[in-house]
């Protein structure tokens, strides 16, 4: 990927990030991926030399910077050959802070950030359930009050590393989806709350129970199966107000759209977190140049009929094209976190360079902005695939051995095209808050 566009101090970013992920190879990658282990040794060498915490204030260990310096560092790491899956071993624990800087009173981000930031707890982020799926309105897991703690009971599935950490951002429901409530956008979205979980306790106590998921790709992450069994939460741990946990997920979008009560809120506002897809946006990107870059290396080298594969334009041209497209979306993302860092921003003293200015955005501008977070995911995840397909096409048979990486890129590009939010959610999102085409109404 290249560094037009970029700030000197963008540059730095990308060269550290660079030297950290020189030591673990495609060759480490691989084996993890093949052996089906976990791949925990890139995050600890991430947040020694200080980048876990590249969002994060200073005054907890962060370096202060903007989500345009988070995205080139995602975008960097999966680009050397660490793919989704690579990403996905930190990327919770860059975001997901997020919510809690925001909605934390300062006593719990003294308590909660500083050993995120320096790599000693993990964190993982627990939304999506089997029974709800985008729908996240829907979610049943139930936190019921107790005196001074919550009962968690419920289950969860997708849940990246949840092996590995040590805490989860848990949305549950506090107060019971009864049917007024689903036919009432305010009700429904009023019942669900924000838990920053020491799940290490409750696997530890037996409370909560994590069954991996064999999947497709990025075998050296975990994705899991939670299950909490009057799992308690201390009240202390909650992030926020009871029952704005959905506002808060959604925060990085800053608004959630006032619809007649008539109106069920469509899962296509089940946008979590813009600072979360401009992240994909860019791991999809580093992913899409790694796999173009080894094809067209491969091109070049591979000599059939007499001259290199790479002299056909048959091969030349889809490599072509996936170059032009991912250029395309290497300007939408970077366009958009600098418009994210302007608008929104991560910390109110950020030094990213591109925040210029800090005021109170309009209505008109969030809704934009959070249009193009969504485009800039669609159009990043889509050319990564297409970079990704062509790549195998190119190698050829070799395309499908595990040799040559490119096979596994392939199966790690489904990811940013399913998650956090699919690409028929994106198209419905864009059609019906920017394309004006009607809402979805209950029947
Ligand atoms: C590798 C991986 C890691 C993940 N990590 C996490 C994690 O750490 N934490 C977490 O909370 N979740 C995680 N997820 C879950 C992920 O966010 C969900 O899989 C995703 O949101 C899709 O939800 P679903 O799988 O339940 O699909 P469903 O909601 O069942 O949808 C199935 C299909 O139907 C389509 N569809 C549904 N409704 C509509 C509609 N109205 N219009 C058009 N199409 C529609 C969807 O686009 C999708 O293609 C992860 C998923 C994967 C695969």
């Known amino acids: 990927m290249s560094t037009t566009g970029l700030t000197q101090s963008q540059i730095d970013i990308r060269e550290g990030v660079q030297k950290i992920c020189a030591q673990f190879p495609d060759e480490y990658w ?26 994060m204030p200073q005054e907890y260990g962060g370096a202060d910077l903007g989500i345009s310096e988070a995205a080139i560092m995602m975008a960097t790491i999966a680009e050397s050959g660490a793919g989704i899956a690579g990403c996905q071993t930190v990327h919770a624990n860059v975001y997901a802070t997020i919510p809690l800087l925001k909605f934390c009173t300062r006593s719990q981000q003294a308590r909660f950030l500083p050993p995120l930031i320096s790599g000693e707890e993990r964190t993982c ?50 107060s019971p989806l009864d049917s007024q409530a689903q036919s009432d ?48 939460v201390p009240v202390s741990d909650r992030v926020g107000d ?19 009560s008539s109106y069920h809120i469509h899962p296509l506002t089940q946008i979590q977190n813009s600072a979360e897809r401009i992240l994909l946006s860019a791991e999809s990107l580093g992913l899409g140049y790694a796999a173009l870059k080894r094809a067209s290396s491969y091109a070049s080298t591979r000599v059939v009929f007499g001259r290199p594969i790479g002299q056909n334009q048959g091969i030349q041209h889809p490599l072509a094209r996936s170059w032009c497209e991912l250029e395309a979306a290497r300007a939408l993302v970077l366009g958009v976190a600098r418009r994210f860092d302007e608008l929104v921003g991560v910390t109110s003293s950020s030094s990213s360079p591109s925040v210029q200015t800090k005021r109170k955005p309009t209505k008109e501008e969030l809704i934009e902005l959070g249009a193009s977070c969504n485009a800039a995911k669609y159009v990043a995840a889509e050319a990564a695939f297409r970079a990704c397909e062509q790549a195998v096409m190119t190698l050829g048979g070799m395309g499908y051995a595990k040799e040559y990486h490119v096979e596994r890129y392939l199966r790690e590009s489904f990811v940013p095209r399913i998650a956090p939010v699919s690409r028929e959610m994106i198209l419905n999102f864009i059609g019906q808050k920017v394309l004006g085409c009607t809402y979805y109404r209950i029947s």
């Open 125 to 174: 982020f627990g939304v999506t359930e089997p029974d709800s799926g985008l729908d996240t309105l829907r979610l049943s897991t139930r936190a019921e009050r107790v005196g001074a703690v919550y009962r968690v009971s419920g289950q969860k599935i997708w849940i990246t590393n949840a092996q590995a950490s040590s805490r989860m951002v848990l949305l549950a429901r506090t």
């Open 185 to 232: 956008s305010k009700s429904s979205s009023k019942g669900l709350t924000l838990l920053y979980a020491d799940i290490a306790r409750g696997k530890r106590e037996g409370s909560v129970e994590v069954r991996p998921i064999e999947k497709m790709g990025g075998r050296s992450v975990d994705a899991n199966q939670v299950f909490f069994d009057n799992f308690e």
């Open 30 to 55: 691989a084996e993890k991926d093949s052996k089906g282990e976990y791949a925990g040794d890139l995050h600890p060498e991430l947040a020694k030399a200080g980048y876990i915490g590249i969002c």
């Open 242 to 260: 009871e029952g704005d946990g959905f506002k808060i997920i959604l925060h990085g979008m800053k608004y959630v759209p006032s619809l007649p």
